[in-house]
């Protein structure tokens, strides 16, 4: 059988699943529009009479545009949220569907059914990110500043950390057996130490250095020089060598922590616990 058969099998199934259910798509129509509403009433609130608090702001952001600084960051954390509701958790899924245990008896890669619900779900996430930029433009007045190609670049080299994380994320849980609780930890700690929506100049430095090891930290950082302040490629070269590296890294762990958890799942027969 061919290595890609597998793969393809499994984002032909998601999909059609997906298609079944049309009004899933639904919410990527809203939460572009809802999501980042509340944060953005919050700082036009702060902002003070005419906007006489951008300029603090400024001096630590670089910008008085706290709509795309805002927009940038939600945007991204939407994207992991969504990452890891439904890659991160699907082999728990299959568990729970009751359909995994005869998943695992095809004469396949493993891995290979991991790999199909990552590009399934990497195409929903291009789809997101593409209705998100047009709702931006209409309800927000989102400007591109930038060179949009720089813009996908770094969604491209951030795309490997982002998996890599899911990678790690859907193997715990099918170990762990609980996704939910997962989900809340670790999207919480990108909310906190990533600057989804604030500077991570007002953190205490503790916390500024565990930021500087998540990838979405740069990710976040390297989009906004680009889209809200024009900056070229050699401005956001730290952030895109630490992307990449990280990317690569994370991925390795990913792919290490499937391996161990399959054969822990074999060893001690859990493959089909609830």
């Known amino acids: 059988m061919n290595t890609f058969t597998p793969v393809f099998a499994v984002v032909r199934k998601e999909w ?9 798509f639904v919410s990527l129509l809203i939460w572009p ?3 980042p509403f509340g944060y953005l009433f919050t700082a036009k609130a702060l902002s003070g009479t005419g906007g006489s608090s951008l300029s603090q702001f400024k001096s630590i952001a670089g910008t008085t545009d706290y709509t795309t600084y805002m927009l ?6 939407m994207w992991i949220n969504s990452m890891l509701w439904s890659f991160g958790s699907s082999l728990r899924m299959e568990q729970m569907r009751g359909t995994l245990e005869s998943n695992w008896l095809c004469p396949i890669p493993k891995i290979s059914i991991l790999f199909g619900y990552s590009i399934s779900q990497l195409l929903i996430s291009i789809i997101f990110i593409m209705v998100s930029v047009v709702e931006f433009k209409i309800f927000y007045n989102f400007v591109f500043v930038g060179n949009p190609l720089l813009a996908l670049l770094i969604i491209l080299i951030s795309i490997p950390a982002v998996y890599g994380i899911g990678f790690i994320f859907a193997s715990l849980v099918l170990w762990a057996k609980e996704a939910n609780s997962m989900v809340f930890l670790v999207r919480g700690i990108m909310t906190i130490f990533c600057g989804i929506t604030y500077p991570l100049a007002v953190l205490p430095n503790w916390m500024k250095k565990i930021s500087q090891f998540i990838p979405m930290t740069h990710s976040i950082n390297a989009l906004r020089a680009v889209i809200a302040s024009g900056a070229k490629i050699g401005d956001i070269s730290r952030e895109i ?3 990449i590296i990280s990317g690569i890294i994370l991925m390795l762990l990913g792919i290490l922590s499937f391996f161990y958890t399959q054969n822990k799942a074999k060893t001690i027969g859990s493959l089909g616990h609830y």
């Open 241 to 243: 060598n630490f992307l």
């Open 16 to 24: 059609r699943i997906m298609l079944r259910y049309p009004s899933w």
């Open 72 to 77: 940038i960051g939600t945007t991204v954390w």
């Open 33 to 35: 529009v809802i999501f």
